[in-house]
């Protein structure tokens, strides 16, 4: 029996040079990777057990390490790995750094005791596959901890530029990638053979003073349009057409705009 290999969402190379571009100022736009692996960080903490050996995968700026300390869990983890795609991402601070593409890990088989990846899994284009790997490299009775964006996730933006495409060009393609949701993901955690899988979800709503603000703020994050097939960039004309319409439809009460992310976080045992 023949199997096909998944299909090609997104252009890995281009999202390292995205996440390269936005290693320096990282810290000033990760509001969102803070809060998540706060909450990642919590969850661990929670977990009545010690782990010899972690990895964070999508370690970006370090968010994880730090909220363990803030959460007095610094001590459960023996050994932290900080694993990310982007080599800028890891330089700069001290500790066990490593450089890897989440879609080919290179540990062995039952040599962790704890996974931890907070919004970085959604990059990548074989999420199920990667999850087989990542419970392959976890011992019996090891951990995983995951958080991606989940699919509500700038459903505002989606929709303007949706629109706004579709008035000036006669038609649009798509600019926001596809997330997947709750009961996806621990749907996926079954499927690649963890046991009591569950997920949970977050809707996180942001207020910017501005839509272009949102725009730069996703840039600084290095969460940018990277699928493989995406279209033709913005001209000035659909971009301003777009700017108008989130205005008009997505106002926040306290003045600006509101952009919605949705976190799912999902956690697993492996068998």
């Known amino acids: 029996m023949s199997s096909s290999a998944p299909p090609i ?30 909450d990642v960080a919590e969850r661990v903490g929670g977990i ?4 010899e050996r972690a990895v964070d995968l999508g370690a970006r700026d370090g968010s994880f390490a730090r909220a363990l300390a803030e959460v007095g869990a610094a001590d459960r983890i023996g050994f932290l790995i900080e694993a990310d795609l982007s080599e800028r991402m890891l330089a700069g601070r001290e500790g066990a750094r490593v450089v890897l593409d989440e879609e080919r890990l290179p540990f062995a088989e039952q ?23 990542i419970r392959r ?74 839509p272009l603000k949102l725009l730069a703020d996703l840039r600084a994050m290095g969460e940018t349009n990277v699928l493989a097939e ?17 205005a008009e439809r997505f106002a926040h009460p306290d003045g600006g705009v509101r952009a919605t992310f949705e976190v799912v976080t999902a956690t697993g045992w492996a068998n």
Request: glycine share 10%.
């Open 9 to 38: 969402l997104f252009d890995r190379a281009l999202h390292r040079r995205r996440l390269d571009r936005a290693a320096p100022a990282f810290a000033e736009a990760g509001f969102l990777k803070a809060r998540v692996a706060g």
């Open 48 to 51: 009545m057990r010690s782990f």
């Open 111 to 133: 040599s962790l005791d704890l996974v931890v990846s907070s919004l970085a899994l959604h990059w990548t284009n074989d999420l199920p596959g990667a999850l087989v790997q």
């Open 137 to 210: 490299a976890l011992k019996p009775d090891g951990v995983f901890v995951g958080a991606i964006l989940g699919g509500a996730t700038l459903t505002e933006l989606r929709q303007v530029l949706l629109q706004a495409e579709t008035e000036i060009r006669g038609g649009a393609g798509p600019r926001v990638s596809p997330f997947a949701d709750a009961q996806d993901l621990a749907g996926l955690l079954q499927r690649a053979g963890f046991k009591l899988p569950v997920s949970d979800t977050d809707k996180v709503t942001v207020r910017y003073s501005h």
């Open 230 to 246: 995406r279209p033709q960039g913005l001209n000035r004309a659909v971009l301003g057409r777009a700017v108008e319409l989130y």
